[in-house]
């Protein structure tokens, strides 16, 4: 049994060496073919560390499968949706950051995974592995209510932040042209329904860019107090995976700065702009973006190994399938159970990035035939930032607030950046950001997109985990 402070004898818990003798590699006349689905931060740094683990290894293959040809740094997705961040900030290629590895990356989305014939097809070719590592990122969840749901946003992608971006400009160009109080009135309401880390921030920074930013642009026609950003919890808790100071700290700040928050609002529904959670009046609104969970990937959900409620791959210790050896799984698809809390991990970057770990030492401990590593990661603590220059940081009992709490958030996720060139890109972003104003510019780059998202919840493709 581990520690409180995650660790085990001699560093980590040693599991015993592989049964299965790996079939190619290390001599065996054929390179030993790794194959890694998805480019977010579980595969991503699975890669990275399996290239740097395999150094004295040339006969290893490793390849990262992706449909889209660049990294997401998800965390500050939402500082691009309110024009803080650039989208080149946030958004690095694969193949600059594979460059100087030998990780080949392949830009394809996955169309079908046989583990029987240990083969994955993709819109290019199909390619066989012999070690497979499953990373394929989630997808919204709108917990069925998709029926009931129209002209929603989501917060996934690039586009969904530049449409969230674009459409936050065009109410406020609405409002100040709307001679109907009522409609005026939807325009300027934006409404976050979710209150985990997305949404929180997410509000927090809508907040900041209408209030800061926006009304400067159109503050001859339109006032402060007319504008409303609402955050909708379902339960009676925002931040549930976080301690519960920090939960409790955040909804005090929250409404402190102006957002209302609704809590044990159960939506019932969004149609012709009106929104209804029940026990309260219906409330229109002209903007709703539902950040209120993720599933795992539909791919992953198919795939014939034992899964647990949320269609999650139950994985052992060392993040191997007990299904089928050689599979392995990280991130959002993995259901990987706290030893301290019999929970699964929350499926946050931090979780990810650390079983990445985990697992490249277990594909490079098996094909070594040396012992393996088994996962324990105690979560002590967690960030959170609301608006501009204020975050809140707590770590076992050491707790910030303020804009000293938001600059160690940004520096310890900037820091997960795996390239140095990209820290210092971000880097320039965050000082831009305290410097000077957000942008306030529409851009068209994909209105065809936009339109869409903006008519029924999307249905969302394959991502990186």
């Known amino acids: 049994m581990p520690t409180k402070n995650g660790s085990f004898k001699n560093g980590e818990k040693m599991s015993e060496k592989g049964s299965s003798a790996p079939p190619g590699g290390t001599g065996s006349g054929r390179p030993y073919r790794i194959l890694v689905l998805g480019a977010g931060f579980g595969g991503l740094y699975t890669a990275v560390y399996l290239d740097r683990f395999l150094k004295d290894h040339p006969d290893v293959w490793i390849t990262v499968i992706d449909r889209r040809n ?250 191997e399938s007990p299904s089928m050896d050689h599979v392995w799984v990280v991130g959002d698809n993995a259901s990987c159970l706290n030893p301290w809390e019999g929970k699964p991990y929350p499926p946050t970057a931090q979780t990810a990035v650390r079983q990445a770990k985990t697992v490249a030492h277990n594909i490079v401990a098996r094909l070594t035939r040396k012992p393996e590593r088994i996962f324990a990661h105690n979560h002590v603590g967690g960030f959170v930032s609301i608006g501009d220059n204020y975050a809140l940081l707590s770590a076992k009992q050491f707790t910030l607030s303020g804009i000293v709490g938001w600059f160690l958030w940004n520096i310890v996720y900037i820091h997960k950046l795996p390239i140095v060139r990209y820290r210092l890109f971000s880097t320039f972003g965050l000082f831009l950001k305290v410097l000077f104003e957000r942008a306030t510019t529409e851009i068209d780059l994909c209105p065809e997109y936009e339109e869409a998202s903006y008519r029924k919840p999307p249905e969302e493709s394959q991502a990186g985990g």
């Open 70 to 319: 660049y990294f997401l740094f998800t965390p500050m997705l939402h500082s691009t949706a309110t024009g803080a961040l650039e989208p080149r900030y946030i958004a690095h290629s694969v193949r600059k950051i594979f460059r100087k590895t030998r990780i080949h990356a392949h830009i394809g989305e996955v169309l079908d995974i046989d583990l029987a014939q240990k083969t994955v097809e993709t819109v290019h070719r199909t390619m066989q592995f012999d070690d497979l590592v499953i990373a394929l990122g989630s997808e919204t969840n709108f917990y069925g209510m998709e029926s009931r749901l129209e002209n929603v946003f989501t917060l996934k992608s690039l586009k969904d932040a530049s449409a969230i971006n674009n459409h936050l400009i065009r109410m406020f160009e609405k409002a100040y042209w709307e001679e109907d109080p009522e409609s005026r009135k939807a325009a300027l309401t934006f409404v976050v329904v979710g209150g985990g880390p997305t949404g929180v921030e997410l509000a927090g920074e809508i907040y900041e860019y209408a209030n800061r930013e926006l009304l400067r642009d159109f503050g001859r026609r339109i006032s402060r107090e007319e504008i409303r950003v609402i955050l909708v919890e379902a339960t009676g808790r925002i931040l549930p995976s976080l301690p519960e100071k920090l939960s409790l700290d955040a909804l005090e700040r929250l409404r402190k700065i102006g957002i209302e928050v609704f809590l044990e609002g159960r939506l019932e529904g969004y149609r012709d702009g009106v929104m209804e959670i029940k026990g309260l009046a219906p409330l229109r609104t002209d903007t709703l973006i539902w950040a209120a969970g993720v599933r795992t990937n539909p791919l992953t959900a198919s795939l014939p190994l034992e899964k647990d409620g949320q269609g999650r791959i139950k994985v052992k210790g060392t993040l």
